[in-house]
């Protein structure tokens, strides 16, 4: 089975956080993560600038499909038991809206949350899951 192929910004302490627990929820290895800093990551998405892809996550699927910022995370979701119930939620009409405004909110200002929340030393405490597809991705 070909992993979804999550594309994250790994100079960002939030994001590299977020991609940690990710790797720790995905108990049927259904994704990938690839960090923007790798090569094959401008391979996976050509079409895409590496501002947008700074500008937010997105999931790239074996079949081809992008999916960006909120509804990335809908969509990973729904392939991780334990986020199962908030990307059901993020299919109610009219939330995945509000879902992507907050979502663009604090990736403008993930830097700053990342160090309000000190993402960059406290954020160290979860070790990172080595995954074999991480490393094909």
């Known amino acids: 089975m070909n992993p979804h192929i999550v ?3 790994n100079e960002c302490p939030l994001c590299t956080f977020q991609m940690k627990m990710l790797s720790w929820m995905d108990w ?3 994704l990938a993560l690839l960090p923007l800093s ?3 990551a401008a391979q996976i998405a050509p079409h895409l600038t590496r501002e947008d892809l700074l500008e937010a996550i997105h999931c790239v699927t074996p079949e081809g499909r992008i999916y960006r910022g909120a509804r990335a995370l809908r969509f990973v979701g729904l392939r991780l038991p334990l986020m199962v119930p908030l990307s059901l939620f993020l299919w109610i009409p009219g939330v995945i809206q509000v879902a992507e405004i907050a979502y663009r909110w604090i990736s403008r200002n993930r ?5 309000l929340f000190g993402c960059k030393g406290a954020c160290s405490i979860l070790p990172k ?3 074999e ?4 991705a």
Not at 111 to 115: D, E, F, K, M, N
Not at 133 to 136: I, V, Y
């Open 7 to 9: 594309l994250y910004d």
């Open 28 to 30: 049927s290895n259904a």
């Open 38 to 40: 790798d090569p094959k």
């Open 111 to 115: 830097l700053i949350l990342s160090r």
């Open 129 to 131: 899951r080595e995954r």
């Open 133 to 136: 597809q991480d490393k094909l």
